[in-house]
């Protein structure tokens, strides 16, 4: 597991349980050694073995003196000798069948016998709830050790909860930084960490050193290959896919091909994670790892990654957002929605300047687009017309202004707010008619205006003889349908046609709405 989460720790409590029950128990540190003769000459010392200057004589005394009852050899901190440390193991088990050895390392050994175990972040809340996580209390529990009236009241279950999420869960910088609540306020201690001031250090096997400069070490120990990918991977704001690390972090084919090897390697280092959610591998990086996991490469190199990253978001999120109202759509929902956090924090950055002078480009366009979707059908709404009202001073395109003031109408109306929602579309009229004219549809018949609800969709319908898509010409259908529904239930209607013009109108709308694969606006349409 990476710096930070634990593992001594949990080694500690292993050999304490053995210990409990009769086993001999023998700690090696193997802090500061980097070559197999060293780490020959450190477990000897710790096995009271003396004579250590042959070390090819000792290796076999190892061997030998595990021999004795169950003995657990326990090796921490093995990271700068993974490479010969399995094979010093693998000689020393076979003299020594009933001995077990436990080694502590962000990178697995790969020796035949290993079997590993993967420490990850202690559990993050779920939103300000601090009952239900790991890291939360962890947290609250350091605090009270160094200020015993400390109540959730005094920060906030807010505040906390973001401090934890800022460390990643990990063990080690929670109680750092629990420690500095003897000084500052939860509200100033998250301030100095969102800034990158608060310098955690402790005592420990890092001695005086932080954990900041503890992760600098490990990724310094990369190979250059690694390091420079790991550096690039920072321009992902969430955990990433392989296909998405392919067209982002690589240069070129013949390096496209050999960035799921080197992938792989990381995470064997445990600079990266490896998380899946409905059967989709997702790498993810530790928001600690990512200053000094960036700054191990140069500006130019991550201002090119940064171009790439976004060109990628952004032709993903057209298509993705394209293929919504067609044949496939949930799946493309489904993908809308493992990106929300990486289209959040890219809109997010490209509204951060608030600007009108400063116009959104084409491609952050297109992002904003695809997350407003997303919102749309999947919320939150909240704050959902405010984002596309300030995206609108600033859009990037006509095409772009249009598609906005479609989406905005969507969200009025939803709020229920037509007579905005009517002023928001009829100005995409010129540019994207037949959708715009079915949202106009949708608002004159919320407001009561039937005949002019159809008037709208006779106007889209019209346009839609051009080849304008299926999925328009089934929505403007449905609200023909329903405005001749609500004709049909009025005393003007005076014909008995109506209603039935109305479920001629519905099926034809489920008929086209069955075509694209829209499942929902189908069944109302035939309810």
Excluded at 95 to 103: E, G, M, S, W
Excluded at 118 to 127: K, Q, V
Excluded at 250 to 272: F, I, K, T
Excluded at 312 to 320: I, K
Aim: net charge negative; charged share 25%; proline share 3%.
């Amino acid at each position: 597991g990476p710096t930070g989460v634990g593992k001594s720790r949990l080694a500690l409590r292993y050999a304490e349980l053995a210990a409990s029950r009769g086993a001999p128990v023998v700690w090696a540190d193997l802090t500061g050694i980097d070559s197999g003769d060293g780490v020959v000459i450190a477990v000897a010392r710790v096995l009271g073995i003396d004579g250590v200057s042959d070390v090819g004589d000792v290796d076999l005394r190892i061997g030998h003196a595990l021999r004795h009852d169950e003995t657990l050899l326990i090796v921490d901190n093995a990271d700068g000798v993974a490479d010969s440390l399995g094979r010093l193991l693998s000689g020393w088990l076979a003299r020594a069948p009933n001995a077990t050895c436990l080694v502590t390392t962000r990178q697995r050994l790969r020796w035949h016998g290993e079997r590993s175990l993967e420490l990850g972040p202690l559990s993050l809340p779920e939103g300000d709830d601090l009952s239900r996580s790991e890291a939360a209390m962890l947290l609250l529990a350091r605090a009270r050790a160094v200020r015993p009236n400390f109540r959730v009241g005094e920060g906030g279950a807010g505040t906390l909860a973001r401090i934890v999420r800022l460390l990643d869960g990990l063990p080690l910088a929670i109680e750092l930084a629990a420690a500095r609540l003897d000084v500052f306020e939860p509200d100033a201690l998250l301030q100095r960490l969102e800034a990158g001031s608060a310098d955690l250090r402790g005592p420990g096997r890092y001695g005086d050193t932080s954990l900041r400069e503890a992760f600098a070490s490990s990724v310094t120990d990369l190979d250059e290959p690694l390091r420079a990918l790991l550096g690039r991977a920072t321009v992902f704001a969430a955990p990433f896919e392989l296909a998405a690390a392919e067209a982002v972090l690589a240069d070129d084919e013949a390096d496209r091909a050999l960035v799921l090897g080197r992938l792989d390697a990381l995470r064997d280092r445990s600079m990266l994670r490896l998380l899946r959610d409905e059967g989709v591998g997702r790498y993810a990086l530790l928001r600690s790892m990512r200053p000094v996991a960036q700054a191990a490469i140069s500006a130019a190199t991550y201002a090119r990654t940064v171009e790439r990253h976004q060109a990628w978001l952004a032709s993903t999120a057209r298509d993705l957002r394209g293929r919504l109202d067609r044949h496939g759509a949930a799946e493309a929902l489904r993908r809308l929605q493992r990106l929300r956090d990486e289209l959040g924090a890219a809109v997010a950055a490209s509204m951060a300047d608030s600007s009108e002078a400063k116009k959104l480009d084409d491609d952050h366009g297109a992002q904003l687009l695809a997350l407003a979707e997303l919102r749309l059908r999947r919320g939150p709404h909240e704050g959902l017309v405010e984002l596309l009202s300030a995206a609108l001073k600033r859009a990037p395109s006509a095409e772009t202004t249009a598609q906005l003031r479609l989406v905005l109408g969507r969200q009025l109306i939803a709020e229920g707010r037509f007579g905005e929602a009517r002023v928001a579309v009829e100005a995409a009229v010129t540019r994207v008619g037949p959708e715009a004219l079915a949202l106009l549809g949708q608002a004159a018949l919320r407001q009561g205006r039937a005949e002019e609800a159809r008037a709208f969709c006779a106007r889209g319908l019209q346009l839609c003889r051009d080849g304008i898509a299926v999925h328009t010409t089934g929505s403007l259908l449905l609200v023909e349908a329903e405005a001749l529904c609500s004709l049909g239930h009025s005393a003007l209607a005076g014909s008995a046609a109506v209603p039935d013009a109305a479920a001629v109108t519905a099926e034809r709308a489920a008929d086209a709405l069955r075509a694209i694969g829209d499942a929902h606006l189908e069944a109302t349409a035939l309810l």
